[in-house]
């Protein structure tokens, strides 16, 4: 009996070494496919987040759009006015040029056109800043839009690298 019981005691011991092994073994599997879990469901959260920025920055870009056609045919109208002052200046001054020919034979009347002509020349003026201070609020506008254009690009690269992650993880974890 004593070979029986030391058999028995032998196996019982190698039995409780197995399942040492397998438990151990289990509780590793268990914690990689919680590890594996999260990360899961943080890339899921993130994706959300990115599609909810994207939708929200595709709206943005609608704004951003409509308001620079708005600014553009503001522009247009602007250029238009700007020709239309130009015109007008080089007809005034045409004007003064003839009047200022006739001053020298008349007198008193040329000072006051001259005084008139100096009036629309800064007149003609200040609608040229005015002009080439809308024309910078424009670049600026068109600047923007080009950064939102590449923001916009950066974060569909990112989607595509976070949807490729998840792909290559749910290959993982079929395999």
């Not at 058999?7 to 019982?12: K, Y």
Request: net charge negative; proline share 0%; charged share 35%.
């Amino acid at each position: 009996m004593s070979t029986a019981d030391t058999r028995i005691s032998e196996i019982t011991t190698e039995l409780q070494s197995i399942l040492e092994a397998r438990l151990t073994e289990l509780g590793t599997a268990m914690k990689s496919a919680e590890s594996v879990t999260r990360q899961i469901v943080s890339s899921e959260m993130e994706i959300t987040r990115y599609k909810q920025l994207q939708d929200s920055l595709g709206g943005e870009m609608g704004d951003l759009k409509r308001e620079l056609g708005a600014l553009r045919a503001r522009a247009d109208e602007v250029r238009s006015q700007h020709g239309g002052l130009l015109s007008e200046r080089e007809k005034l001054r045409a004007e003064v040029a003839k009047l200022e020919a006739e001053s020298r034979e008349g007198g008193g009347e040329s000072e006051r056109l001259r005084a008139r002509a100096r009036s629309l020349e800064d007149e003609a003026e200040t609608l040229k800043k005015e002009t080439d201070r809308d024309r910078a609020k424009i670049k600026t506008l068109e600047e923007n839009v080009q950064k939102m254009r590449k923001l916009k690009e950066e974060l569909m690269q990112s989607i595509s690298g976070l949807s490729a992650q998840m792909a290559s993880l749910n290959l993982g974890s079929k395999e």
